[in-house]
C-alpha cells in the first residue's frame, strides 16, 4: 500500500500541475502563455503524462483511475511488480489518485496565485481546474468520454504487449492526439482523478470572482471514464488472443 500511495501521489499531482498549468498559462489573463490555443494545451497535458509516468514509476505508473480499472477488468495478475490486481489494492490506488490531483491542482494555482488574483470570469477560473462540455448534454457528454477513454486504455494495454515495450513518450503522443481529435465536446478528462481532485481544490480554495464548481457535471468525466476503460479492458484480451 505504502508503494501505491507514495507513487501515485506524486506521479498524479505532477500530471495535474503540469497539466493544469498549462491551462492556466494559456487561459488566465496576463501570463506570458496567454491566448496559446488548444495545441498549447493539447501538447501540454501530453507532456504532464510524460513526467508524471517516470514520476510514478513503482507503483506502474497508472495515474488514472481509468487506467487502473482496465487493468483490473482485463484480468491482469498485477497491477505492477510485485502489487497484485485485487479490490483493495484497486481502491488504494483510486484514492492516491485523486488525493495526488488535488495537491497538484493546489500547486499550480499557487505558482499562478497572481494571475487567479487578476482574473474576473469565473468560467475561465473554474476551466483551469476541472472540464466542462462544450455543449451540455449529460448522456452525449458521457458517451464521448467514454470513447476517449476507451481509446486510451485500450491503446495503453496494447502498449504493454508490444515487443519494442513502448513507453511513456507514446503514452503522451496519445494524449495529444486524443485531444486534439476527440476532445473538443469535452475537454477530455479521460481521466476521473484528474477532473474529481482539481474540481475539489477549486471548490474549497480561497480564489476570487471563482463561482461554483459545477457538481452537477461532475459525475461525467467519473462515469464516461469508468464505461471506456471496462469496455478497453474486456476488449483487450480479446486482440491480444488474436
Same mark, same amino acid.
Given at each position: ?77 498485477? =497491477?505492477?511488480?510485485?502489487? +497484485? &490486481? ?6 488504494? #490506488?483510486? !484514492? /492516491?489518485?485523486?488525493? %495526488?490531483? =488535488?495537491?497538484?491542482?493546489? +500547486? &499550480? ?6 494571475? #487567479?488574483? !487578476? /482574473?474576473?470570469?469565473? %468560467? ?119
Amino acid at each position: 500500500m505504502e508503494t501505491i500511495f507514495l507513487f501515485e501521489i506524486m506521479g498524479t499531482a505532477t500530471l495535474t500541475l503540469l497539466g493544469g498549468g498549462v491551462v492556466a498559462n494559456a487561459l488566465l489573463p496576463g501570463a506570458k502563455g496567454n491566448g496559446g490555443g488548444p495545441l498549447m494545451i493539447h501538447f501540454g497535458w501530453g507532456l504532464a503524462v510524460f513526467a508524471a509516468v517516470y514520476v510514478s514509476w513503482g507503483s506502474g505508473a497508472h495515474i488514472n483511475p481509468a487506467v487502473t480499472t482496465g487493468i483490473f477488468v482485463s484480468g491482469e495478475a498485477e =497491477f505492477a511488480d510485485g502489487i +497484485a &490486481a485485487n479490490v483493495p489494492h484497486m481502491l488504494a #490506488y483510486f !484514492a /492516491a489518485q485523486v488525493i %495526488g490531483a =488535488f495537491l497538484g491542482a493546489v +500547486a &499550480a494555482w499557487l505558482a499562478y496565485k497572481k494571475h #487567479y488574483d !487578476a /482574473a474576473d470570469d469565473p %468560467g475561465v477560473i473554474k476551466g483551469t481546474f476541472s472540464t466542462d462540455p462544450a455543449v451540455r448534454s449529460y448522456g452525449w457528454n458521457t458517451t464521448t468520454e467514454a470513447i476517449a477513454t476507451f481509446v486510451l486504455v485500450l491503446v495503453i494495454l496494447l502498449f504493454g504487449a508490444t515487443p519494442s515495450e513502448l513507453g511513456p513518450l507514446e503514452v503522451a503522443l496519445l494524449v495529444v492526439g486524443i485531444g486534439a481529435s476527440l476532445g473538443g465536446p469535452t475537454g477530455y478528462a479521460i481521466n476521473p482523478a484528474r477532473d474529481l481532485g482539481p474540481r475539489i481544490a477549486h471548490a474549497v480554495l480561497p480564489i476570487r470572482n471563482k463561482g461554483g464548481s459545477d457538481w452537477a457535471y461532475a459525475w461525467v468525466p467519473i462515469v464516461g471514464p469508468i464505461l471506456g476503460a471496462t469496455a478497453a479492458g474486456l476488449t483487450a484480451p480479446i486482440l491480444l488472443a488474436g
